[in-house]
């Protein structure tokens, strides 16, 4: 700089007379995900009041977030609280720029529990690069239990009135997870008002296609945070698993189910001792006997391992060597339909019965034998375990089953919780406007997700030698996944699968779902979009474009789908071998505490 352009204070302070001060950044909106915003209650009608806190509340964790079941409503289209004369609400806090219910998720505990400092980490490195909470830094929490179109419309009255207090200016985003997929939901229903209000919007991790691991073992199982240690101290996987099966945004969390991964479907295998009650078991297996041409006259065979064979659809019963042709799902020829079973028969993709080892010694075989007979005088064995193969397709007939004799008490009052078809019509609904939703020329959308990690794929309750007791065991069961690479909630296909013109993509490795806006690498790659002049998104087909900087784990993510580092559908063991010490290793993260704490 010039002398002429300086002068002396007489402080010796350099007052710079040839550049203007810098510019404040342009508002920026924080959009959180699923669980990412305080929840309370409050008397029905008392707007502005904050309420009693529920989520998270560590005091009575539990019995607190009981406080939010509820059940979806056809004529509202939204979860109503099963107390009556409350309503759910999201608390301001001390002040209007919606940043306090996103920021630490129990104020009273932050300090001693980090995982609960959701976006604080970030809205304090915002604060040190120029942006002020209130002026130009906002946040947006909502109700996450409801769908997320509905939580587009509180997505919509922040941005008016971020703008609206920016003089008008558009509105820069940066969502997280799910909060991706409410954005969308406003892209998809008031695509004027978003051309309008939205300059720039970051994707972080956003299941664009699904989470399906996660998602389905929360429908059925629930989730449960902090492992054996949680279900004593926090929320207890059933409290989780009885609110989310009422929530919209979790069924919207499900994947497309036309979606072209490029390795197989998720799927979720179940073994049962007990078959699930279509027909009665004597008919299906004097079927499986009749199919088997006499057992008793065919020498034995190998039995070491109990191996199905695929390309006879038979299977070695290890005990007595016989050999039964599995009967194919649905009436089985030769055996009559149950009187006593209420129910058709269950859709899914494929229900075998497998022979399991053997009973020990002096226990006698169904035909009145010893273990002790020679081979080849046996029948087929009584022990048999049932299993189920079911697509996502089929999850509605598998949930109705499971969920008929549901309920839950909610004082002294018994309240049934039965599956809600209505929930699946509009999450389907919900994914075709997805889908149909285009992004304007004047926004500009980067995308940046977490990939190296294993992420849950297929489900399978229950094995073989270990079968479940029966359907009604499922809830309290616990899930061995499948893995594929992701961010250990989001595989990374489906993070990419956003269907829009992208400036820019960058992929973080080994950084897992909840830390990604914990991340020092992804504030700074962040910070480079938003500083940027903002322009029209690349063309239609073009490669993304280079999204690293040098020195910064982030690098470029190309168009190509990843599958291939995680098998589609891993052996059993694999199951047991893969990812272990990759997956987060945070608080909200139920897979590591599972292996943790048992």
């Known amino acids: 700089m010039a002398a002429s352009q300086q002068r002396r204070c007489p402080r010796d302070h350099v007052i710079n007379r040839g550049d203007p001060p810098a510019p404040p950044p342009a508002p920026l909106l924080l959009v959180p995900g699923v669980l990412g915003t305080m929840l309370a209650v409050r008397p029905a009608g008392q707007e502005g009041a904050d309420g009693e806190r529920c989520w998270v509340n560590l005091r009575s964790a539990d019995a607190s977030y009981k406080q939010l079941w509820g059940k979806y409503s056809r004529q509202s289209s939204r979860v109503e609280l099963l107390l009556e004369g409350l309503e759910a609400c999201v608390p301001r806090g001390p002040d209007d720029s919606g940043l306090y219910p996103i920021s630490v998720l129990d104020p009273e505990a932050g300090g001693l529990v980090p995982p609960l400092h959701y976006f604080q980490p970030f809205v304090s490195h915002l604060q040190d690069r120029g942006y002020t909470p209130g002026l130009n830094l906002f946040g947006c929490g909502y109700d996450f239990r409801q769908g997320c179109r509905l939580s587009a419309q509180t997505l919509l009255g922040a941005l008016r009135s971020a703008s609206r207090r920016c003089g008008g200016a558009r509105v820069d985003i940066v969502s997280h997870s799910m909060g991706g997929l409410v954005v969308r939901s406003l892209l998809a229903d008031h695509p004027e008002a978003f051309e309008k209000l939205v300059g720039r919007w970051v994707a972080i991790g956003c299941p664009f296609a699904g989470a399906p691991g996660y998602t389905v073992d929360a429908l059925l199982t629930g989730v449960q945070f902090g492992g ?110 149950d009187a006593s079973v209420k129910h058709s028969p269950l859709p899914c993709a494929s229900h075998v019965w497998h022979a399991v080892p053997a009973p020990p010694a002096g226990i006698a075989c169904d035909d009145g034998r010893s273990r002790g007979s ?23 007939g598998l949930l109705n089953r499971l969920l008929e004799d549901n309920a839950v008490t909610v004082g002294s009052k018994v309240v049934p919780l039965p599956f809600e078809p209505e929930l699946w019509e509009q999450a389907q609904a919900t994914r075709t406007a997805w889908a149909a939703a285009e992004l304007p020329p004047s926004c500009a959308f980067y995308n940046l997700y977490g990939n190296g990690v294993s992420t849950p794929w297929d489900c399978t309750y229950g094995a073989w030698w270990h079968p479940l007791q029966s359907l009604a065991s499922l809830p309290a069961a616990t899930a061995a996944f499948s893995y594929v690479v992701g961010d250990g909630t989001v595989p990374a296909e489906s993070a990419r699968a956003h269907g829009l013109r992208a400036v820019a993509t960058a992929e973080v490795q080994k950084v897992a779902h909840r830390d990604l806006v914990s991340s020092q690498t992804v504030w700074d790659q962040v910070l480079v979009w938003l500083a940027t002049t903002r322009a029209a998104p690349a063309t239609a087909g073009a490669p993304d474009a280079v999204a690293a900087q040098d020195g910064s784990s982030c690098r470029r993510a190309g168009s190509q789908r990843s599958g291939g580092p995680a098998a589609a559908h891993p052996s059993k063991s694999q199951r047991g071998e893969q990812g272990q010490g990759e997956e987060e290793s945070t608080f909200w993260n139920p897979l590591a505490w599972q292996s943790v704490l048992g």
């Open 228 to 337: 054996s240690l949680g279900e004593q101290l926090f929320v207890k996987r059933e409290t989780f698993r009885q609110a989310a099966l009422q929530s919209p945004s979790v069924f919207e969390l499900l994947p497309p189910l036309d979606f072209p991964w490029a390795i197989p479907k998720p799927r979720l295998d179940l073994w049962l001792w007990q078959p699930i009650p279509d027909y009665s078991p004597a008919a299906m297996l004097n079927s499986a006997a009749q199919q088997a041409n006499d057992p008793t006259a065919r020498p034995a065979m190998a039995a070491a391992a109990l191996m199905p064979d695929a390309s006879s659809a038979c299977v070695q019963c290890p005990h007595c060597g016989g050999h039964v042709q599995l009967p194919a799902a649905g009436p089985w020829p030769g055996g009559a339909a």
């Open 374 to 396: 020679s081979a080849g005088q046996y029948t087929a064995c009584t022990a048999w375990a049932s299993q189920y193969v079911f697509q996502l397709d089929h999850l509605p």
